[in-house]
């Protein structure tokens, strides 16, 4: 019990980071705990490049599994930050490793698990199917959803800064939230459920 609870903190963590990552030094703090330094330089470029050039390894191929993409993202990124990020990250996991034991190591593990599944559903197949940058990020629409993601779900905002926008969105389900973030390891059921978001989108004009 006391592994899979931390488990699920390292995938919580992923929100603190990743607002953390927008402030000065601040991510520093949070890259000790996380080892997940890394993540600093791939976001500036994740932001300015979205998904082009450096960055366009980074969305999910359609009826791409999440084990695939996460084999050919996580490591991906890590190169992209360099040496000097990575021995870093492999020296915070050390001492602390050392001074917490097994339980850290399950915390940096669910931390880059729930990292690599966000960024793997949250950019799913969508730029094959639109031209237009604003529509390359699915959003979740819930406010408890995003009070609890601390306003991740609401992706392309945080991309485009367009509040008056038609995103491509996730629907059909009143528990979906949170069936959605954890479908991914199913992928035949993923793909399918997907497929149906796409015809939704594309019939009210979306994509």
């Known amino acids: 019990m006391l592994l899979l609870l931390n488990f699920f903190i390292g995938g919580y963590f992923i929100l603190i980071h990743h607002h953390a990552i927008h402030m000065r030094k601040i991510w520093l703090i949070t890259s000790i705990f996380t080892c997940a330094s890394y993540l600093k330089p791939y976001h500036k ?37 360099g040496l000097k990020y990575f021995i870093f990250d492999l020296l915070c996991f050390s001492v602390l490793t050392n001074y917490f034991g097994y339980l850290y190591v399950i915390f940096v593990i669910g931390f880059n698990f729930h990292w690599e599944l966000f960024e793997y559903w949250s950019h799913y197949g969508l730029k094959s199917i639109s031209d237009d940058k604003k529509n390359w990020s699915w959003n979740v629409i819930g406010k408890s959803y995003n009070r609890i993601l601390l306003g991740l779900g609401n992706h392309s905002l945080h991309h485009t800064g367009i509040k008056k926008a038609k995103y491509p969105a996730i629907y059909g389900l009143k528990f979906y939230q949170f069936y959605m973030s954890y479908l991914p390891l199913i ?10 978001q796409i015809i ?4 009210k004009g979306i994509l």
Not at 200 to 203: A, G, P, Q, R, V
């Open 200 to 203: 939704i989108n594309k019939k």
């Open 45 to 81: 470029l994740h932001h300015v490049d979205f998904l082009n050039n450096d960055d366009a390894f980074a969305w999910a191929r359609k009826n791409e599994s999440f084990y695939k993409f996460f084999m050919r993202s996580h490591f991906k990124r890590r190169k992209i930050a």
């Open 187 to 196: 992928p035949s059921q993923y793909f399918n459920f997907m497929q149906k």
